[in-house]
Protein backbone atom coordinates (compact mmCIF):
# COMPACT_ATOMS: atom_id res chain seq x y z
CA UNK A 1 0.00 0.00 0.00
CA UNK A 2 2.91 2.16 0.89
CA UNK A 3 4.61 1.25 -2.66
CA UNK A 4 1.29 2.27 -4.21
CA UNK A 5 0.92 6.10 -2.79
CA UNK A 6 4.72 6.69 -3.16
CA UNK A 7 4.02 5.51 -7.03
CA UNK A 8 1.04 7.79 -7.27
CA UNK A 9 3.02 10.64 -5.63
CA UNK A 10 5.85 10.56 -8.08
CA UNK A 11 3.85 10.67 -10.67
CA UNK A 12 2.30 13.83 -9.73
CA UNK A 13 5.39 15.56 -9.24
CA UNK A 14 6.78 14.42 -12.75
CA UNK A 15 5.85 17.59 -15.60
CA UNK A 16 3.26 16.66 -17.80
CA UNK A 17 5.52 16.91 -21.07
CA UNK A 18 2.23 17.11 -23.36
CA UNK A 19 0.73 20.29 -21.43
CA UNK A 20 4.19 21.88 -21.60
CA UNK A 21 4.86 21.00 -24.77
CA UNK A 22 1.41 22.68 -26.39
CA UNK A 23 1.27 26.36 -27.57
CA UNK A 24 -1.27 28.36 -25.58
CA UNK A 25 -4.22 29.46 -28.00
CA UNK A 26 -7.57 31.70 -28.13
CA UNK A 27 -10.79 31.02 -29.04
CA UNK A 28 -12.28 33.37 -31.88
CA UNK A 29 -15.02 34.39 -33.63
CA UNK A 30 -14.38 34.98 -37.32
CA UNK A 31 -15.80 36.10 -40.58
CA UNK A 32 -14.96 35.37 -44.23
CA UNK A 33 -13.33 38.96 -45.41
CA UNK A 34 -16.11 40.88 -47.95
CA UNK A 35 -15.11 43.39 -50.13
CA UNK A 36 -17.07 46.72 -51.56
CA UNK A 37 -18.80 49.56 -51.10
CA UNK A 38 -20.52 51.74 -48.56
CA UNK A 39 -21.87 55.25 -48.20
CA UNK A 40 -19.80 58.45 -46.86
CA UNK A 41 -21.36 60.06 -44.57
CA UNK A 42 -21.13 63.54 -42.84
CA UNK A 43 -22.71 63.61 -39.38
CA UNK A 44 -24.21 66.84 -39.02
CA UNK A 45 -27.01 67.72 -35.95
CA UNK A 46 -30.04 70.19 -36.23
CA UNK A 47 -33.59 71.00 -35.60
CA UNK A 48 -36.69 70.74 -37.60
CA UNK A 49 -37.91 74.70 -38.28
CA UNK A 50 -40.46 76.72 -40.90
CA UNK A 51 -38.74 76.48 -44.26
CA UNK A 52 -38.58 79.59 -46.34
CA UNK A 53 -42.24 80.30 -47.76
CA UNK A 54 -43.53 77.51 -45.84
CA UNK A 55 -45.24 80.35 -42.74
CA UNK A 56 -48.00 82.75 -43.89
CA UNK A 57 -49.30 86.05 -41.59
CA UNK A 58 -52.89 86.43 -41.72
CA UNK A 59 -55.05 89.29 -41.59
CA UNK A 60 -57.76 90.69 -43.03
CA UNK A 61 -57.82 94.24 -44.64
CA UNK A 62 -60.53 96.69 -42.94
CA UNK A 63 -60.45 97.90 -39.15
CA UNK A 64 -62.62 96.02 -36.60
CA UNK A 65 -62.30 94.28 -33.19
CA UNK A 66 -61.22 90.69 -32.37
CA UNK A 67 -64.44 88.80 -30.74
CA UNK A 68 -63.35 85.31 -30.15
CA UNK A 69 -60.05 83.03 -31.07
CA UNK A 70 -60.97 79.54 -31.42
CA UNK A 71 -57.47 78.04 -31.91
CA UNK A 72 -54.26 78.28 -29.61
CA UNK A 73 -50.41 78.43 -30.44
CA UNK A 74 -49.18 75.17 -31.72
CA UNK A 75 -52.51 73.66 -32.71
CA UNK A 76 -52.66 71.77 -35.52
CA UNK A 77 -55.34 73.48 -38.19
CA UNK A 78 -57.30 72.34 -41.10
CA UNK A 79 -57.74 74.04 -44.71
CA UNK A 80 -61.05 75.52 -43.99
CA UNK A 81 -61.09 75.35 -39.88
CA UNK A 82 -62.34 78.99 -38.19
CA UNK A 83 -59.40 80.70 -36.60
CA UNK A 84 -60.95 83.52 -34.92
CA UNK A 85 -63.78 85.79 -35.32
CA UNK A 86 -63.79 89.75 -36.02
CA UNK A 87 -66.13 92.33 -35.68
CA UNK A 88 -66.06 94.64 -38.57
CA UNK A 89 -65.49 98.94 -37.27
CA UNK A 90 -68.47 100.84 -38.38
CA UNK A 91 -66.02 103.25 -40.33
CA UNK A 92 -66.18 100.25 -42.39
CA UNK A 93 -69.19 99.40 -42.63
CA UNK A 94 -70.18 103.18 -43.34
CA UNK A 95 -68.00 103.17 -46.31
CA UNK A 96 -69.21 100.19 -48.25
CA UNK A 97 -72.84 102.53 -47.73
CA UNK A 98 -71.07 105.36 -49.20
CA UNK A 99 -69.65 103.28 -51.88
CA UNK A 100 -73.08 101.39 -53.08
CA UNK A 101 -74.86 105.14 -52.63
CA UNK A 102 -72.21 106.52 -55.26
CA UNK A 103 -72.79 103.45 -57.16
CA UNK A 104 -76.16 104.00 -57.88
CA UNK A 105 -75.84 107.67 -58.36
CA UNK A 106 -73.03 106.89 -60.63
CA UNK A 107 -75.66 103.97 -62.49
CA UNK A 108 -78.71 106.91 -62.58
CA UNK A 109 -76.22 109.54 -64.39
CA UNK A 110 -74.97 107.09 -66.51
CA UNK A 111 -78.00 106.33 -67.96
CA UNK A 112 -79.29 109.84 -68.02
CA UNK A 113 -76.24 111.07 -70.08
CA UNK A 114 -77.67 107.68 -72.34
CA UNK A 115 -80.99 109.34 -72.73
CA UNK A 116 -79.78 112.54 -73.86
CA UNK A 117 -76.98 111.31 -76.21
CA UNK A 118 -79.86 109.47 -78.19
CA UNK A 119 -81.54 112.84 -78.31
CA UNK A 120 -78.49 114.39 -79.36
CA UNK A 121 -78.42 116.55 -76.75
CA UNK A 122 -74.39 115.00 -74.99
CA UNK A 123 -71.66 113.88 -76.41
CA UNK A 124 -69.90 110.26 -76.99
CA UNK A 125 -67.23 111.81 -74.75
CA UNK A 126 -69.94 112.43 -72.00
CA UNK A 127 -70.94 109.22 -72.27
CA UNK A 128 -67.58 107.86 -71.89
CA UNK A 129 -67.11 109.65 -68.78
CA UNK A 130 -70.78 108.52 -67.46
CA UNK A 131 -69.55 105.15 -68.16
CA UNK A 132 -66.16 105.70 -66.47
CA UNK A 133 -67.90 106.68 -63.49
CA UNK A 134 -69.88 103.93 -63.06
CA UNK A 135 -67.08 101.21 -64.05
CA UNK A 136 -65.06 102.81 -60.80
CA UNK A 137 -67.75 103.11 -58.49
CA UNK A 138 -68.63 99.33 -59.33
CA UNK A 139 -64.80 98.64 -58.71
CA UNK A 140 -64.65 100.50 -55.32
CA UNK A 141 -67.83 98.68 -54.31
CA UNK A 142 -66.23 95.21 -55.31
CA UNK A 143 -63.01 95.80 -53.54
CA UNK A 144 -65.21 96.32 -50.00
CA UNK A 145 -67.62 93.76 -50.72
CA UNK A 146 -63.79 90.90 -50.58
CA UNK A 147 -62.56 92.94 -48.01
CA UNK A 148 -65.90 91.98 -45.75
CA UNK A 149 -66.98 95.50 -45.35
CA UNK A 150 -70.80 94.56 -46.47
CA UNK A 151 -70.87 92.06 -43.05
CA UNK A 152 -71.00 93.18 -39.64
CA UNK A 153 -68.88 90.12 -38.73
CA UNK A 154 -65.37 88.53 -39.99
CA UNK A 155 -64.85 84.82 -39.54
CA UNK A 156 -60.98 83.90 -40.17
CA UNK A 157 -60.70 80.41 -41.72
CA UNK A 158 -56.80 78.63 -42.17
CA UNK A 159 -56.36 78.58 -46.12
CA UNK A 160 -54.69 75.29 -45.67
CA UNK A 161 -53.45 72.53 -43.68
CA UNK A 162 -51.27 73.43 -40.70
CA UNK A 163 -49.88 74.63 -37.13
CA UNK A 164 -51.01 77.85 -35.55
CA UNK A 165 -47.05 79.16 -34.93
CA UNK A 166 -48.28 82.13 -32.92
CA UNK A 167 -51.23 84.36 -32.25
CA UNK A 168 -50.24 88.34 -32.15
CA UNK A 169 -54.00 89.25 -30.90
CA UNK A 170 -56.28 89.02 -28.05
CA UNK A 171 -59.81 89.15 -27.37
CA UNK A 172 -61.22 92.38 -27.36
CA UNK A 173 -58.10 94.11 -29.62
CA UNK A 174 -58.89 96.72 -31.94
CA UNK A 175 -57.00 97.03 -35.42
CA UNK A 176 -56.44 98.81 -38.27
CA UNK A 177 -56.85 97.23 -41.60
CA UNK A 178 -53.73 94.36 -42.69
CA UNK A 179 -53.02 94.05 -38.79
CA UNK A 180 -50.99 90.95 -38.44
CA UNK A 181 -53.61 88.40 -36.64
CA UNK A 182 -51.95 84.46 -36.81
CA UNK A 183 -48.96 83.07 -38.17
CA UNK A 184 -50.17 79.40 -39.29
CA UNK A 185 -46.92 77.08 -40.49
CA UNK A 186 -47.67 74.25 -43.45
CA UNK A 187 -47.78 70.79 -42.32
CA UNK A 188 -45.76 70.34 -44.87
CA UNK A 189 -43.62 73.30 -44.43
CA UNK A 190 -40.92 72.10 -42.30
CA UNK A 191 -37.28 71.61 -42.91
CA UNK A 192 -34.41 70.44 -40.40
CA UNK A 193 -31.83 73.09 -40.29
CA UNK A 194 -28.68 71.63 -39.64
CA UNK A 195 -25.10 72.90 -38.66
CA UNK A 196 -21.96 72.02 -41.29
CA UNK A 197 -18.63 72.97 -40.08
CA UNK A 198 -17.62 75.34 -42.80
CA UNK A 199 -14.61 73.18 -43.97
CA UNK A 200 -16.68 70.46 -45.38
CA UNK A 201 -19.43 72.70 -46.84
CA UNK A 202 -18.01 72.47 -50.23
CA UNK A 203 -18.88 68.45 -50.00
CA UNK A 204 -22.73 69.51 -48.99
CA UNK A 205 -24.32 69.83 -52.15
CA UNK A 206 -28.47 70.45 -52.76
CA UNK A 207 -29.66 66.45 -53.74
CA UNK A 208 -27.76 64.83 -51.57
CA UNK A 209 -29.73 62.25 -49.38
CA UNK A 210 -29.77 62.25 -45.71
CA UNK A 211 -30.51 59.91 -42.86
CA UNK A 212 -32.64 61.84 -40.48
CA UNK A 213 -32.43 59.89 -36.74
CA UNK A 214 -34.47 61.84 -34.31
CA UNK A 215 -32.22 62.58 -30.82
CA UNK A 216 -35.86 61.96 -28.65
CA UNK A 217 -35.86 58.48 -30.29
CA UNK A 218 -38.49 56.79 -33.14
CA UNK A 219 -37.68 55.35 -36.51
CA UNK A 220 -35.43 57.21 -38.65
CA UNK A 221 -36.31 59.32 -41.93
CA UNK A 222 -35.07 59.66 -45.42
CA UNK A 223 -34.91 63.53 -46.81
CA UNK A 224 -32.35 65.30 -48.83
CA UNK A 225 -30.32 68.56 -49.09
CA UNK A 226 -32.50 71.19 -50.03
CA UNK A 227 -29.98 74.06 -50.04
CA UNK A 228 -27.08 75.08 -48.33
CA UNK A 229 -26.05 78.47 -47.03
CA UNK A 230 -22.72 80.44 -48.55
CA UNK A 231 -22.47 82.29 -44.93
CA UNK A 232 -21.59 81.58 -41.12
CA UNK A 233 -24.44 81.51 -38.94
CA UNK A 234 -23.63 84.24 -37.08
CA UNK A 235 -24.83 82.70 -33.47
CA UNK A 236 -23.39 78.84 -34.39
CA UNK A 237 -20.29 79.71 -35.94
CA UNK A 238 -21.62 76.69 -38.84
CA UNK A 239 -23.05 77.17 -42.10
CA UNK A 240 -26.47 75.89 -42.42
CA UNK A 241 -28.31 73.67 -44.25
CA UNK A 242 -31.49 73.11 -45.09
CA UNK A 243 -32.78 69.71 -45.17
CA UNK A 244 -36.40 68.19 -46.94
CA UNK A 245 -38.44 66.27 -43.84
CA UNK A 246 -40.86 63.53 -45.36
CA UNK A 247 -43.70 62.92 -43.70
CA UNK A 248 -44.70 65.24 -40.70
CA UNK A 249 -42.31 66.06 -37.62
CA UNK A 250 -43.08 68.57 -34.63
CA UNK A 251 -41.36 72.07 -35.20
CA UNK A 252 -37.93 71.89 -32.65
CA UNK A 253 -37.56 68.32 -33.08
CA UNK A 254 -33.72 67.65 -32.90
CA UNK A 255 -32.49 65.20 -35.61
CA UNK A 256 -28.44 63.81 -36.25
CA UNK A 257 -28.71 64.31 -39.60
CA UNK A 258 -26.30 61.74 -42.04
CA UNK A 259 -25.00 63.48 -44.98
CA UNK A 260 -24.49 60.97 -48.09
CA UNK A 261 -21.57 62.74 -49.84
CA UNK A 262 -20.00 60.38 -51.41
CA UNK A 263 -18.89 55.96 -51.76
CA UNK A 264 -16.37 54.26 -50.14
CA UNK A 265 -14.90 51.01 -51.56
CA UNK A 266 -13.02 48.57 -50.03
CA UNK A 267 -13.04 45.77 -47.70
CA UNK A 268 -16.31 45.92 -45.23
CA UNK A 269 -15.35 44.68 -42.08
CA UNK A 270 -17.61 44.83 -38.56
CA UNK A 271 -16.60 47.45 -36.81
CA UNK A 272 -14.98 45.01 -33.75
CA UNK A 273 -12.77 43.33 -35.91
CA UNK A 274 -10.85 46.62 -36.15
CA UNK A 275 -7.91 47.47 -33.37
CA UNK A 276 -6.64 51.15 -33.03
CA UNK A 277 -3.78 52.31 -31.73
CA UNK A 278 -0.63 54.82 -31.70
CA UNK A 279 0.20 53.03 -34.42
CA UNK A 280 -3.11 53.11 -36.27
CA UNK A 281 -5.60 50.59 -37.19
CA UNK A 282 -4.94 46.28 -37.46
CA UNK A 283 -6.76 43.65 -37.43
CA UNK A 284 -6.29 39.90 -37.75
CA UNK A 285 -6.83 37.00 -40.13
CA UNK A 286 -6.31 33.24 -39.17
CA UNK A 287 -3.67 31.21 -41.37
CA UNK A 288 -3.38 27.74 -40.71
CA UNK A 289 -4.26 28.03 -37.49
CA UNK A 290 -2.13 30.90 -36.49
CA UNK A 291 -3.32 34.71 -35.82
CA UNK A 292 -1.56 37.27 -38.65
CA UNK A 293 -1.65 40.73 -37.98
CA UNK A 294 -2.61 43.03 -40.71
CA UNK A 295 -2.01 46.50 -40.64
CA UNK A 296 -5.32 48.37 -42.22
CA UNK A 297 -6.34 52.40 -43.05
CA UNK A 298 -9.70 53.07 -41.57
CA UNK A 299 -11.66 55.21 -44.30
CA UNK A 300 -14.56 55.58 -42.80
CA UNK A 301 -17.70 53.96 -40.58
CA UNK A 302 -21.52 53.25 -41.36
CA UNK A 303 -23.44 52.25 -38.93
CA UNK A 304 -21.30 49.02 -37.60
CA UNK A 305 -19.15 48.64 -40.51
CA UNK A 306 -15.89 50.15 -40.90
CA UNK A 307 -14.83 50.27 -44.39
CA UNK A 308 -10.89 49.55 -44.03
CA UNK A 309 -7.99 49.42 -46.96
CA UNK A 310 -5.39 47.05 -46.44
CA UNK A 311 -3.58 43.71 -47.88
CA UNK A 312 -6.29 40.96 -46.57
CA UNK A 313 -5.78 37.68 -48.05
CA UNK A 314 -9.89 37.37 -49.27
CA UNK A 315 -9.14 33.14 -48.48
CA UNK A 316 -8.68 33.76 -44.50
CA UNK A 317 -11.52 34.40 -42.17
CA UNK A 318 -11.41 37.50 -40.11
CA UNK A 319 -11.53 37.62 -36.06
CA UNK A 320 -14.42 39.56 -35.00
CA UNK A 321 -14.16 38.35 -31.13
CA UNK A 322 -10.98 37.48 -29.14
CA UNK A 323 -8.47 39.64 -31.19
CA UNK A 324 -7.95 41.90 -28.46
CA UNK A 325 -5.74 38.82 -26.99
CA UNK A 326 -4.02 38.21 -29.82
CA UNK A 327 -0.42 38.91 -31.22
CA UNK A 328 1.15 38.14 -34.41
CA UNK A 329 1.53 34.06 -34.91
CA UNK A 330 -0.43 33.29 -31.84
CA UNK A 331 -2.55 29.90 -32.60
CA UNK A 332 -6.54 29.96 -32.31
CA UNK A 333 -9.32 27.96 -32.06
CA UNK A 334 -12.18 28.86 -33.95
CA UNK A 335 -15.26 27.64 -33.21
CA UNK A 336 -17.13 29.45 -36.10
CA UNK A 337 -14.92 27.73 -38.92
CA UNK A 338 -17.11 25.93 -41.03
Same mark, same amino acid.
Given at each position: ?177 ? @??? *??? $??? #??? /? =?????? +??? &? ?92 ? @??? *??? $??? #??? /? =?????? +??? &? ?21
Amino acid at each position: MKALLLAATLLALMPNRGRADEAPSVLVKTVPPVRGESPKLLIAHGTAAPATGGTMTLSLQLEGRVTAIAVTAGEAVRAGQTLLLFETSAASRSAYAQAAGALALARSQQMHVATLLTEKLATRDQAALADNAASDAQARLELLRQQGADRPTQTLSAPFDGVVAAIAVAPGDRLAAA @APL *LTL $TRA #DGL /V =VTAGIE +PAT &RALVRPGQPVQLTPLAGGAALDGQVLRIDAALNPRTRMVDADIAVPGSVLSGEAFRAAITIGRLQGWLVPHDAVLTDDNGARLFQIAAGKARRV @AVT *LLG $TTG #DID /V =VDGPLD +PTQ &RLVVQGNYQLTDGMSVRDETAP
